[in-house]
């Protein structure tokens, strides 16, 4: 069987598994190669990541691309969850676009971190610290 080029895997998947459009099989893919890149760089490691490790990229690479902006473009794809990275990448192994070990799973993504914590809550004001008067309103005195 000749290997599939990316673009024609995903119009495959895509067909039989609407869950996640096109766009989001892109974002993966460059976020995958954004990781390997920075794993070789920082551990001179082979090409292989977990799926820990490639949800932690993931996430690197959406606050890069798209700030505050993420949740709201991941929820347009249907992503709502670190378990949806593992779907796609799932999907991807068995057309034989991605790779895996014997030790890999799709258990490795699943609740990896919340979206809340990992894509809004970089975002969020810092706390504002207490005024001494125990936060209460000074009303200024006029003459």
């Not at 067909?15 to 890149?37: C, N």
């Not at 990275?85 to 919340?114: H, P, R």
């Not at 809340?116 to 706390?127: E, G, K, R």
Request: hydrophobic fraction near 35%; glycine fraction near 10%; charged fraction near 25%.
């Amino acid at each position: 069987m000749q290997k599939l080029e990316f673009g024609e895997a995903v119009e495959l998947i895509t067909e039989a598994d609407s869950r996640y459009p096109r766009d989001a099989y892109f974002f993966l893919r460059d976020a995958l190669d954004q990781t390997v890149k920075l794993r070789k760089r920082q551990l001179g490691e082979g090409g292989h990541v977990t799926g820990q490790q490639l949800c932690e990229g993931i996430r690197q690479h959406a606050l890069k691309q798209f700030g505050p902006m993420v949740p709201t473009v991941l929820e347009y794809w249907g992503i709502r969850k670190t378990d949806d990275f593992g779907n796609m990448v799932w999907n991807l192994i068995e057309l034989g676009v991605f790779g895996k070990t014997q030790n890999d799973s799709l258990d490795d993504f699943k609740a990896v971190y919340s979206f809340h914590d990992a894509f809004v809550a970089p975002y969020l004001p810092a706390a504002t610290p207490k005024h001494e008067n125990g936060g209460r309103r000074v009303e200024s005195l006029k003459s």
